[in-house]
């Protein structure tokens, strides 16, 4: 099996958070480990995380929040030829991240540049991260494909998600998909049975 990278955002996953399950429940997940979880430095971030693809004969990745940010950071790097794909759950808005926690994040601009590797995006409509026509902006942005989960919050331990059933499922796809040609950008949620694209 090929190694899964959890990638978590500001402050790290708990070991409630769906990514701790994730770690515990699938043998082939590595962590990607931060020196300094609450202020955040995009080149510090993303030199773990390069490491841990360089280290790996190629990987998927399962982010979450600043982690979705951190990895679209990829794009145009050489890096990213080791990314099979990569789940990208509740991306956050970089200035709402600053907005919202007493910490300095050095994380750049937003990355809106097309991903070289297949992604999907997973949101919410409510989450206070990023509003839904952000949250379609970046999916677009990146090219990837967008399952709605409706109004559940970061998708987060703070909204109930601790271990997610739907999101193995919706990785597991994404995993079978990477055996194909690279998707067209025209594909839609609904064609790929996702489910709903947000609106």
């Not at 004969?57 to 679209?72: E, F, K, M, R």
Request: net charge negative; proline share 5%.
């Amino acid at each position: 099996m090929c190694t899964t990278l959890i990638v978590p955002g500001l402050n790290g996953s708990c070991d409630a958070h769906w990514q701790g399950h994730w770690l515990r429940e699938r043998p082939e997940s590595r962590l990607v480990d931060q020196e300094n979880w609450a202020c955040p430095v995009l080149e510090d971030w993303r030199d773990r995380l390069e490491a841990a693809l360089e280290a790996t004969d190629g990987a998927y990745i399962v982010a979450h929040s600043l982690g979705c940010i951190l990895t679209a950071s990829l794009a145009g790097r050489a890096s990213a030829r080791k990314v099979k794909g990569a789940l990208l759950v509740a991306p956050a808005d970089l200035d709402r991240v600053e907005a919202l926690h007493p910490c300095i994040v050095s994380f750049g601009t937003r990355p809106l540049d097309p991903l070289p590797f297949r992604s999907i995006v997973v949101g919410s409509r409510n989450d206070p991260y990023m509003d839904v026509r952000d949250l379609q902006r970046h999916a677009n942005a990146w090219d990837s494909a967008l399952v709605d989960l409706g109004e559940v919050g970061h998708i987060n331990v703070a909204s109930g998600f601790g271990r997610w059933e739907e999101g193995y499922r919706i990785f597991d796809r994404l995993a079978r998909q990477t055996t194909g040609i690279r998707k067209r950008r025209s594909v839609h949620v609904a064609d790929s049975g996702f489910g709903a694209e947000a609106s």
